[in-house]
């Protein structure tokens, strides 16, 4: 599977590009947002990569970086979303935009994107919120990744498998959160975590 694309941008149009490699050029799609903020062309860009397979279909979805290439992979988790929903959604609605409306229980916000109805709102909500949840609140959902989406949620998880609480896991981690430099480091959240909790 291609994981990442770094080569000569060669060509944009409508919600594709192409990239030249080594001249090999890779067509990848991509939420309008991110196309938006691509170098000129002739320059060099590097893609974060989902490979899509299908029975009928292989196709390639670029981001600019590896957070929002997560948040789609994470859409396209939910059922009765596919790639082309995914990259309307993330079309119209930011990273932070999305968790804030996923985290809030907010359907309206999310039928803002083509494609996106009621059901299908409440349906992104209902599948999502408990891993958006499990991101400590202190953290603010509104400055947390993906990655960090589910480095917490991870946390959590363990300190239960270890016989806490899910209320005193959320709050250790959510404490842990505050004291580690990299919020998407699951094993230094969980050995931060335990410290607060062993205090106790």
Same mark, same amino acid.
């Given at each position: 599977?291609?994981?990442?694309?770094?080569?000569?941008?060669?060509?944009?149009?409508?919600?594709?590009?192409?990239?030249?490699? /080594?001249?090999?050029?890779?067509?990848?799609?991509?939420?309008?947002?991110?196309?938006?903020?691509?170098?000129?062309?002739?320059? $060099?860009?590097?893609?974060?990569? !989902? !490979?899509?397979?299908?029975?009928?279909?292989? *196709?390639?979805?670029?981001? =600019?970086? *590896?957070?929002?290439?997560?948040?789609?992979?994470?859409?396209?988790?939910?059922?009765?979303?596919?790639?082309? %929903?995914?990259?309307?959604?993330?079309?119209?609605?930011?990273?932070?935009?999305? =968790? /804030?409306?996923?985290?809030? $229980? &907010? *359907?309206? %916000?999310? +039928?803002?994107?083509?494609? %996106?109805?009621?059901?299908?709102? +409440?349906?992104?909500?209902? $599948?999502?919120? &408990?891993? #958006?949840?499990?991101?400590?609140?202190?953290?603010?959902?509104?400055?947390?990744?993906?990655? @960090?989406? /589910? *480095?917490?949620?991870?946390?959590?998880?363990?300190? +239960?498998?270890?016989?806490?609480? +899910? /209320?005193?896991?959320?709050?250790?981690?959510?404490?842990?959160?505050?004291?580690? $430099?990299?919020?998407? @480091? !699951?094993?230094?959240? #969980?050995?931060?975590? =335990?410290?607060?909790?062993?205090?106790?």
């Amino acid at each position: 599977m291609i994981s990442q694309i770094r080569g000569e941008l060669a060509g944009v149009g409508g919600d594709s590009i192409v990239v030249d490699v /080594n001249g090999v050029g890779y067509k990848a799609f991509m939420p309008l947002s991110e196309i938006g903020r691509l170098p000129g062309e002739g320059e $060099e860009v590097r893609l974060f990569v !989902t !490979t899509y397979v299908r029975e009928d279909t292989l *196709a390639l979805y670029g981001f =600019l970086d *590896a957070p929002q290439r997560d948040l789609f992979e994470m859409l396209l988790g939910v059922s009765g979303v596919g790639p082309r %929903v995914a990259l309307a959604i993330l079309s119209v609605l930011s990273t932070d935009e999305l =968790l /804030n409306a996923i985290g809030n $229980e &907010d *359907a309206r %916000v999310l +039928q803002r994107a083509p494609g %996106v109805g009621l059901k299908l709102a +409440q349906r992104l909500v209902l $599948e999502l919120r &408990d891993r #958006v949840a499990r991101v400590p609140r202190a953290a603010g959902i509104a400055g947390a990744t993906p990655s @960090d989406i /589910n *480095a917490a949620s991870d946390a959590v998880e363990a300190l +239960q498998s270890l016989g806490y609480k +899910q /209320n005193e896991a959320s709050k250790a981690v959510e404490q842990a959160v505050e004291a580690v $430099e990299d919020r998407s @480091d !699951t094993g230094k959240i #969980v050995r931060a975590a =335990l410290r607060f909790l062993t205090k106790k």
